[in-house]
């Protein structure tokens, strides 16, 4: 067990000196700032516009912002989680795959007392811990912006919506993390390391969604609802495809924390749904063979 948290130390210790995990950490922070900054941004002048139209008595029609949750600011995080933090969480896996083999060094990595199974599990506990890192200071982040759009502090339901909305990320990105870690520990050349999980989360992002509801893909790049069927054929499709949609799982759960528009059974089903998610890609990984990660990558 020290073996393996040794791992994951070293693991989360490399990743946050490598330039290409940390670059899309800097994205990902940098995206979620600037959706906070424009949700600021747009109440302030909205709001002001309103107070200088309502003085003239040009409108009586209330504030268009009155009674909206300050949640509702939150919601363009939500695809900047499946987006940018899905890739993020790629290339860290990819990363963490690569780099022992890379350097001809996992031969004598593994005369270490430490299995195959025990390295690769400490290599997803340290990618893991990195992700929930960057998905802290997104979640720091954002709640300082929402205090700031509310001009009071958060009360701890507002907290807590926050807090499990971003828990809930965490097994998508790690799952994703999780797949690019099998492809980088043992595909035998780079770009097919680092091609294949983004085919992947391109096919659990937009593909199977799309297969159930026939929607546009630009459709799916809505921040919280979830796409509805529009009947025949689309609803058996999407019965068969929908538990494998796991961006759209983690937009269901989304809904229900931030505008309450999804019911609490399915935002269990999509909590079960990511959990499985994880659970499949960890045994994924504890399948993988010494000889499968001891070979020669090519560029």
Do not use: C
């Amino acid at each position: 067990m020290s073996n393996i948290l040794a791992t994951a130390k070293f693991e989360l210790l490399s990743l946050s000196r490598d330039g290409g995990p940390r670059l899309m950490i800097g994205i990902f922070l940098a995206m979620m700032a600037i959706s906070s900054l424009i949700g600021l941004l747009t109440n302030l002048t909205v709001s002001d516009v309103w107070q200088t139209i309502s003085q003239q008595g040009l409108t009586v029609a209330p504030n268009p912002f009155q009674g909206v949750s300050v949640l509702y600011y939150a919601r363009n995080s939500v695809i900047y989680i499946i987006l940018i933090g899905g890739l993020a969480a790629i290339i860290s896996g990819v990363t963490s795959g690569l780099r022992d083999r890379q350097a001809h060094s996992l031969d004598m990595i593994l005369t270490r007392q430490i299995s195959t199974r025990g390295l690769l599990l400490g290599k997803l506990l340290g990618v893991s811990a990195w992700l929930t890192i960057a998905l802290g200071a997104a979640l720091s982040l954002i709640g300082v912006v929402l205090s700031l759009i509310a001009q009071r502090p958060l009360d701890w339901s507002e907290i807590w919506s926050l807090v499990a909305l971003f828990a809930a990320g965490l097994p998508l990105l790690a799952g994703l993390a999780g797949i690019g870690l099998i492809f980088g520990a043992t595909a035998k050349r780079e770009s097919t390391a680092l091609v294949s999980p983004i085919a992947i989360w391109a096919l659990i992002t937009f593909v199977f969604p799309q297969l159930g509801t026939a929607a546009r893909p630009i459709a799916l790049l809505n921040p919280v609802s979830a796409v509805a069927t529009i009947g025949g054929p689309f609803d058996l499709l999407n019965a068969i495809f929908s538990p494998f949609a796991f961006a759209e799982q983690f937009k269901n759960i989304a809904a229900s924390l931030l505008d309450g528009t999804s019911a609490a059974a399915t935002s269990a089903g999509a909590a079960i749904s990511l959990t499985a998610f994880l659970g499949l890609v960890f045994v994924l990984l504890m399948l993988i063979k010494r000889d499968q990660i001891r070979g020669v990558v090519n560029e």
